[in-house]
């Protein structure tokens, strides 16, 4: 339910394009770890609804917090989403909880930077530090990580709470142009430094998606 109507808003606040779908492609049955730039509050709708029009459904990792929204927590919970407990000690049961997506074929979403960017300018800036529980579940259930970049979500949304709300409200009339690019999957099971590499792979996809945007709309998949 969530994941449909996050695909009926994307083009409704954004002009959105995609590269790099071929590198979803998996055997059925397999799951696979998205591991996501973070860069506005609408990239989860960008995101989610992006991976529906693909025909992927993922479960999601996402603060604990939006559990408490009235009927969406329920929401959440019936799309097979991830609560994570920062900082406490159920911290831990989110990994547990996604190895469990995994094993079940299931593409789990996972946003690695831990958190939004602290600027309020609508520009883009590369990803930063990732944190290792994306590398832990990896090698834990030698699923493969599949780098996804993304670039025009803060035009969508940025800034103050005014402005974000303002621009929530322009972002349909003006669609502003948001690009998502689809890396190639990782084994980090095979890498010495499986979370330097992580790092450069979604540095890369974000570039890939900053290129696209500069180049103007053509070259969608």
């Known amino acids: 339910m969530l994941s449909a109507w996050a695909g009926a ?16 492609a998996r055997p059925p049955g397999t799951g696979c770890v998205l591991a996501a730039n973070h860069t506005s509050f609408f990239d989860p709708v960008l995101l989610i609804g992006t991976l529906h029009r693909l025909g992927l459904r993922p479960a999601v990792l996402a ?3 939006l559990w408490r929204v009235p009927l969406l927590g329920r929401a959440l919970t019936r799309e097979g989403y991830v609560p994570v407990h920062r900082g406490s000690r159920r911290a831990p049961d989110a990994l547990r909880h996604a190895a469990e997506a995994l094993g079940a074929g299931r ?10 960017p602290r600027y309020d300018a609508s520009h883009d800036r590369p990803p930063g530090r990732l944190k290792s529980g994306v590398v832990r579940l990896a090698l834990s259930t030698g699923a493969p990580v599949v780098p996804v970049g993304h670039a025009g979500a803060r035009r969508v949304s940025s800034g103050s709470r005014a402005k974000q709300l303002a621009g929530w409200a322009t972002a349909p009339v003006r669609r502003p142009r948001v690009h ?42």
């Open 63 to 65: 603060t604990a917090g």
């Open 9 to 24: 808003l994307v083009p409704v606040f954004s002009d959105t394009s995609v590269s790099g779908t071929g590198h979803l």
């Open 180 to 221: 998502v690019h689809i890396g190639p999957a990782l084994r980090l099971d095979t890498s010495d430094e499986p979370l330097d590499d992580l790092e450069r792979a979604l540095a890369g996809a974000w570039s890939s998606a900053v290129r696209a945007l500069d180049d103007g709309p053509a070259g969608r998949d």
């Open 107 to 116: 593409a789990v979403l996972i946003y690695p930077e831990g958190g939004l």
